[in-house]
């Protein structure tokens, strides 16, 4: 289910089945047990407002860790997607998907992926996908066409893109060659309708171990209708305003890994976006963990 970079609707099941700087070490490591002071106001987060449009889920840091052990934990999860979510129209997975980079793992989980969520599962890759050889090349082998790619849904276009230095999780660089393809591709993407970035790292630095080079991907989406950005790595819930768009990151999915604020809860957002273009989201606890 390749999707180019270019604007192309998503495939259906039949087809399927300012300006922002990061901070350097001393942001990165020291807000590990909990997030980052904000650096604006923040408000209530909003809940999924019904109506029109359409809803999707944001999933980040799943840590696929053993198919034995954590086949049954993810299986859980996309049932309860499907149960709980009927009408979502696909589901990003920002990062992390496995523990230690593991191909078996990788394999596992778009395996499940295909068989039991019902939408698209459409993810980027996170560092511990690359673990073992420093490169996405494993990451690929299950999930290809997923490194830099875009979607449209509707009226939105979303750009999902890499942000990984192989394995390396702090004071990392978004990679040259992901900027090279955003400057290839955004000039062919409309800059009135409204846009969704999806990350791994995240892009804000409210949150940390964002990229020392944010600013520069961001800076790349000047003039565009951003509504939203969403990332993982710091697993914790963190905001920043952004005039017309928020810079979010969430607690994790794993069954393994534990969240970086001391929290325990685990969870996804799902996500509404409206004809208008406005993103409303709500927090949803994993209900088995």
């Known amino acids: 289910?390749?999707?180019?970079?270019?604007?192309?609707?998503?495939?259906?099941?039949?087809?399927?089945?300012?300006?922002?700087?990061?901070?350097?070490?001393?942001?990165?490591l020291a807000p590990l047990l909990g997030a980052a002071a904000p650096e604006e106001p923040t408000r209530p987060d909003p809940v999924e407002t019904p109506g029109p449009g359409f809803t999707f889920v944001v999933l980040n840091d799943l840590h696929h860790a053993e198919p034995a052990a954590c086949d049954p934990w993810f299986t859980s999860l996309f049932d309860?997607?499907?149960?709980?979510?009927?009408?979502?129209?696909?589901?990003?997975?920002?990062?992390?998907?496995?523990?230690?980079?593991?191909?078996?793992?990788?394999?596992?989980?778009?395996?499940?992926?295909?068989?039991?969520?019902?939408?698209?599962?459409?993810?980027?890759?996170?560092?511990?996908?690359?673990?073992?050889?420093?490169?996405?090349?494993?990451?690929?082998?299950?999930?290809?066409?997923r490194l830099n790619y875009t979607f449209r849904q509707d009226d939105w276009q979303f750009v999902m893109i890499d942000t990984t230095q192989g394995s390396e999780w702090v004071d990392t660089y978004v990679p040259a060659a992901t900027l090279a393809w955003l400057d290839q591709t955004l000039p062919q993407l409309d800059r009135a309708r409204p846009t969704v970035i999806g990350t791994h790292f995240p892009l804000s630095n409210v949150a940390p171990m964002c990229p020392l080079n944010a600013d520069e991907v961001l800076a790349r989406f000047a003039g565009f209708a951003l509504r939203g950005t969403f990332s993982g790595h710091h697993h914790a819930q963190t905001r920043r305003d952004r005039g017309a768009y928020e810079l979010v990151t969430n607690v994790c999915c794993s069954r393994v890994a534990g969240n970086h604020d001391g929290s325990v809860t685990k969870g996804y957002f799902l996500v509404h976006a409206s004809p208008e273009g406005r993103l409303t989201r709500r927090f949803v606890p994993l209900a088995f963990a």
């Open 1 to 28: 289910m390749p999707i180019s970079g270019s604007n192309l609707a998503l495939p259906t099941r039949r087809q399927a089945l300012g300006r922002l700087g990061c901070g350097a070490a001393s942001l990165a």
């Open 80 to 145: 309860q997607i499907t149960r709980e979510h009927p009408s979502v129209k696909f589901c990003l997975a920002l990062g992390d998907l496995v523990h230690r980079g593991k191909p078996e793992c990788l394999a596992a989980l778009a395996q499940l992926a295909a068989r039991r969520l019902p939408v698209p599962f459409l993810p980027v890759p996170g560092n511990h996908d690359q673990d073992l050889e420093q490169t996405p090349r494993l990451y690929l082998e299950s999930f290809p066409g």
